[in-house]
């Protein structure tokens, strides 16, 4: 079964760091993948995804991802943070289907990330 | 508004009462998701819709959970004879198109709190 796993619960970095969240996935072939923020209270905004082709993904906020598929990885990074990126981060994927399939999305637990000003 | 609309924000309901959560797309969107989110976890998916049919009821977690679009457009999501462990947010998604890959993402709504006494 596909599976995505976010080893961090809780990040603190200080504001104007980099930060690095990790996440790792399991599934049989290449998924579609996402990283999506949550602010408290709020529903889920999506920040970027991969599909395929160029494995180093741009999105929003000033954000970026890498996928390696040598290591079922997608980690998300930002080199330097605001005050404004404390939220939850979740990452998600969707099986690859060829069917036309729906995006029917599989999340990790999270990864808390706290902003030292 | 523009956005994916949830109602109520927050629901308490005594166990055994029945809850019906609604959700209201983005205008002209074919998909709709339902996920449900415990605290401290991410969400889960629940049930999927394309347009008014239910294509996708695997992840409701038992038949006290019923979903329905009869329009393709308003979702209901319904829990009868509610339990203590029902308690979560209850999250809404839609997107434009089927195809999961497309450059259309999933648009969240804010969610429903449910708490279960």
């Known amino acids: 079964a596909q599976s995505v796993t976010q080893p961090d619960i809780h990040i603190t970095v200080s504001e104007g760091a980099s930060l690095e969240l990790r996440c790792n996935y399991s599934y049989g072939a290449t998924p579609y993948l996402f990283w999506y923020v949550q602010s408290p209270g709020q529903g889920l905004q999506l920040l970027l995804k991969?599909?395929?082709?160029?494995?180093l993904v741009q999105g929003i906020k000033g954000f970026e991802a890498e996928f390696k598929r040598s290591q079922s990885s997608f980690n998300l990074r930002k080199p330097s943070v605001h005050w404004s990126d404390a939220a939850e981060y979740f990452c998600?994927?969707?099986?690859?289907?060829?069917?036309?399939?729906?995006?029917?999305?599989?999340f990790g637990a999270g990864t808390r990330l706290a902003v030292h000003p | 508004g523009a956005g994916v609309s949830q109602s109520p924000r927050y629901k308490v309901a005594k166990r055994g009462q029945d809850v019906a959560l609604r959700c209201d797309p983005i205008?002209?969107?074919?998909?709709l998701f339902w996920y449900q989110q415990a605290l401290g976890q991410g969400p889960e998916f629940l049930t999927y819709?394309?347009?008014?049919?239910?294509?996708?009821k695997s992840g409701l977690p038992s038949d006290r959970f019923f979903a329905e679009r009869p329009e393709g457009s308003v979702s209901t999501l319904k829990i009868q004879r509610t339990q203590q462990e029902d308690s979560a947010v209850y999250l809404c998604?839609?997107?434009?198109?089927?195809?999961?890959?497309?450059?259309?993402?999933?648009?969240f709504g804010d969610g429903t709190r449910l708490s279960i006494l």
């Open positions: 998600a994927v969707a099986p690859n289907s060829f069917s036309g399939g729906y995006n029917k999305l599989i």
């Open positions: 205008s002209g969107h074919v998909s």
């Open positions: 991969y599909f395929s082709g160029d494995t």
């Open positions: 998604a839609s997107s434009l198109t089927v195809a999961v890959k497309s450059n259309q993402p999933q648009h």
């Open positions: 819709f394309q347009n008014e049919a239910q294509l996708d």
